[in-house]
């Protein structure tokens, strides 16, 4: 929640979303995670969110939501989800289900919470129920710390993407009321949009 009024987050659109689209793909390539010239299958049907600074100059984070069917999402296609968690999720309407991905970063930027806010905010306009995700170990432990509930996880850990990560869900019609009465703070701060946090700041 610090640097608030360092960047200014939204739905990326036109142009944005290009740059969007490169500051993931290029950091994946830094990190090891693509390869030269590697296509991202998911991109067509993602939306994708972005930190700008200030001056809306730069690109400096990016997430998104990819919209496809529960069995062609990365993470149950990637891992062993274990048979109570994927009926649960088959349970969801088709509209009702997205995965969260590609949370990433330029250097010395800390816009993590405010992406994650961004995704919050257009999920519930969107009537999403349920976000399905895979976190790097060290990621998910720092998200449960800052939340105070864990994400439910639905599978076995693997390495994937260069790193030991978990696939889980976050269930927002469940949790977010949870988190309003475990971290209010936090909770306040995923709800309410960013021009509201600056006047009262």
Known sequence: MRNLDRYVYSKAEGEVREEAISLHYNRYKELGFFKNNEIDEYEPYSTYFVAETQEKDQVVGVTRLVFMDLMSLPTI??????????????????????????????PQHDVGLGL????????????????????????????????KFPFQIIGEPKIYLGSKTIPCIFNLTEGLPLLKEKK?????????????????K
Not at 79 to 105: G, P, V, W
Request: charged fraction near 25%; aromatic fraction near 12%; hydrophobic fraction near 45%.
């Open 116 to 147: 994650i806010r961004s995704a919050v905010q257009y999920s519930l306009e969107a009537n999403i129920e349920c976000w399905v995700c895979c976190i790097d170990e060290r990621v998910f432990n720092y998200l449960n710390r800052i939340f």
């Open 184 to 200: 209010y703070s936090i909770y306040e701060f995923l709800v309410t949009p960013q021009a509201q946090l600056m006047e009262v």
């Open 77 to 106: 296609k990637n891992f062993e989800i274990n048979d109570i968690s994927l009926q649960k999720l088959r349970n969801f309407e088709k509209n009702t289900l997205a995965e969260l991905s590609a949370l990433t970063k330029a």
